[in-house]
């Protein structure tokens, strides 16, 4: 496919880079250090100049699939999008927008864009699962009916020593458990792995019947402990986002800021209802004088990786005993998980993937990525000219070792592929350990 | 260190090259073939060359390529000492040259130098003449550059760094978004361009063998020719027009000549474009200027030679009319100036390159203009855009590796006894890839006197100009070989 990205910042390089590998990438901003690197590192044709200027789009391709706005401006990534229209034919436009007051606006439809992509709304969302799992390690959902992949711990002593197929009984079978972390190691697990104490395991299935038993892994007849307040720590859009969907939730909520006008903003924004607090001398005086130590949850939310984690540990020893961090760079993510804080991904790694997902959503193979980027997920919809239709699909040996594969129809997770037919609408799913990916996605590519 | 190089990558990238070589080869045979020649020992050479790649390639046909920067410099040096023993095999098999000569004949072809070891071009076989014609063509717009074209095509990642790591300094630019078709267009071009000189010469007299060789020799601005006396064979006015016009337009970038094929005229305004336009007009009026006033010939004859000089010098492709040396000392600097400038950057023509000196001068002025304002923020501009400052180092380094190269292979021919002008010009001709200089390696003489040693510093010193001085001193730091 063609693309053209306008906003060559982290998210427009890391999807230049990705993307590049099997399309045509035209990439253009007006910082010439970006270009230039750019055009060190990657196969694409990077421009330099004004994403709102006519002209600099004469120098693309006349025909391109998909337009890509990530710079950092609202208002400038709308106009590009119009403006390109001037001298390219777009099939699809693609949009990032910061301002969630854009959400509700029908002004898309009309200036003819495809998707738009709300980061901060939509890393909120993620927060809005896990509050509705609240012993739950972490929460991903799918594209498709009602799909999760959960992460739990198990603490209960009633299961330790049963294996996976006997977890997976007492979710009716209609479950699969993809993955499993013990000792900081990250398997993909055979049925008959015995699960210890304190492993961690990815549970992917229906959402209605893992929220039904899932906390049973967890803990043995404990009442989930109700959350009641909870401090987030950053008052920028992903922290107000964040703040909302816990007010929603009926929590209390702090919200610890240095920057003044993010405070005064922030607290104009939530009418009140949270306390916004300024922590321009640091928070230590603060956790007395307004009891932030009785807090349940800690969210901290900043746009600065090391302050988040240091924020994080800080929580954790004071003993509030859920600390969600905030992940902004990529590179941070392993140190995060590591660390044992439930990661969110952050405003931009949020539109990276987002994008990544809309781009790819077509036909190609959805990737995503779980337990701290160590296992990868590869999701295929089987369409009328697969490879496979009505066809059994073969696993070669050197991919069944490596990897789990299931297939998804309608609200069923089907194991044993090797027996199954593929139908239009089913989705090949397979999970394994991230350094097979490219092995398994070439397989796919060329089997499936 | 080995680890972290993909060995396999490097030996699949060769045997790439290295099958499209000797399917190029296959032309010579089948010239050979035409004229009667004795073709076997050709054949059986080519295909043996051709299995052994097929092989390698055959073997690696799943490797998926992933060079870093490291694995493409070792492999564009490989492939350039591995394509120069590939050419020299041929012209040992049929005739008399030695090893040493040989590879130096074919090295001097692949790098466009167009100096020769042969005193006699004429009596050679056809298929020989067609084949020293034909380094030049695979060795001018880079068959490295077509291969990462054609290897892309089955390997969508790796080959980027080997783009770059055979045209250093400055970076290429791109009009396509993949590199691989930027790389076929190019070599669109550059065919299509051939195809054209070689109509024109043949349509103002030259025969078709003449025409497609001296159209192979132009536009890869090397030098080779098939007549004893150079161009001068064809002293015929239209010839000589036309070659001088193509030898310009190839040492014009080649991404400039695909924008206008866009109808996009914006390419030849660049201002390494007009500089070099303005260089060589100045040149050539002030040549033909002395010429006029040292020989009794024509205004016409002598604007021809004159530009038809200017041409070949400062684009380092070095055919030969007239015996520029006899005009007098004033005609030898302004050659020398010309030897000292080279092309412009994406074209097929060696040397230092335009936009050096376009950078290094404004740098001067800059610093003239700081000096005189000592609190005033300056920054160099070119075509309106602001220069990265790690340009400008990446440049004062190739100039002090390219005088460093220039003066030791200089220093060496005088202490073998070559006398100053001959040491000074046969340096600059080698290292610049341009082929003739002055004295003893003239416009009217050859390499061929050279004894055995004395080709092989030569040898190198053109690949390490083709190449643009970096990569092959790459290969000589200590840090490269070490992993951290």
Known sequence: MKIIIAGAGKVGYHLAKTLSLYHEITII???????????????????????ESPK?????????????????????NMIASLIIDDTIEVDKKIIRLKNSFFLESKIFEKLNIYATVFSSYHVASTLKRLLEFPLANNVKEFNMANFIMLSVRVCNPDYVGYNIREICKEFDDVVAIVGLERDKHFTVPKPSEVVKREDLLYIVGNKEIIKRRYANLEAPQKKEKKLENCIVFGANRVGVEMAKVLLDYGLEVKIIEQNLDLCEQA???????????????????????????????????????????????EAKEVGISKVIAINNDREYYSLMHALGLVVIRGEKIDTYYSILEQINADSLIVQKRYCGGRGVVLLKEISSDSRSLNRVIKLPSKIKECCDGYIIRENNILSEIENISPQVGDKLILFARSDYADTLEKWIYQAV | ??????????????????????????????????????????????????????????????HTIAMKIKGSIIAVNLIWLLLGLAGAIPLMLYTSLDFSSAFFESISGFTTTGATVFSDIESLPKMILFLRSLTHWLGGMGIIVLGVGLLSIINPTGSLSMFRAESTGISMDKIAPKI??????????????????????????????DAINHAFSTISTGGFSTKNSSMGAFDDGAIIWITTFFMIVSGINFLAHLRFLHRDYGGYQSE?????????????????????GSSDMGIEASLRHSFFTVASVLTTTG???LNYEEWGHVAVSIVFVAMLVGGTTGSTAGGVKVIRYVILFKNMFTEIKRTLHPNAVLSIFIDNKKLKSSLLTSIAGFFTLYILTSVIVMLYLYARGLDEMSAISTALATVGNIGPGFGAVGPVENYGFFSWYDKWVLSMAMIIGRLECYTLYLMLSKTFWKRF
């Open chain 2, 319 to 321: 055919f030969a009319t």
């Open chain 2, 272 to 292: 390494e474009i007009r500089y070099y336009l303005a260089t060589f007009l100045l040149l050539a009026l002030l040549l033909s200027g002395v010429h006029i």
């Open chain 1, 29 to 51: 901003d007006k910082n010439f250090e970006a270009i230039s690197t750019i055009q060190d590192d990657l196969d694409v044709l990077a421009i330099c100049g004004d994403v």
């Open chain 2, 1 to 62: 260190m080995i680890r972290t190089i993909d060995i396999k990558g490097i030996v699949k990238f060769i045997a790439t090259t290295g099958t499209l070589l000797a399917l190029f080869l296959l032309s010579p045979i089948a010239i050979g073939l035409l004229y009667g020649e004795d073709i076997q020992a050709f054949l059986i050479y080519d295909l043996a060359l051709l299995l052994i790649n097929a092989l390698f390639w055959f073997g690696l046909r799943h």
């Open chain 1, 267 to 313: 607290s104009e924004v939530l009418q009140g209802e949270a306390i916004v607090l300024n922590s321009k001398y640091g928070w230590g005086h603060l956790l007395k004088e307004e009891g932030l130590d009785s807090a349940d949850m800690v969210i901290a939310s900043t746009t600065n990786d090391e302050y988040n984690m240091i924020k994080s540990i």
């Open chain 2, 180 to 209: 691989r078709d930027t790389a076929l267009m190019l070599w669109g071009i550059y065919s299509v361009l051939t195809l054209i000189d070689m109509f024109l010469l043949h349509y103002f007299g030259m025969g078709w063998f």
């Open chain 1, 56 to 76: 600099i789009y004469a120098q693309c391709m006349k025909k391109v699939d998909f337009f890509v706005a990530v710079t950092n401006s609202d208002e400038v």
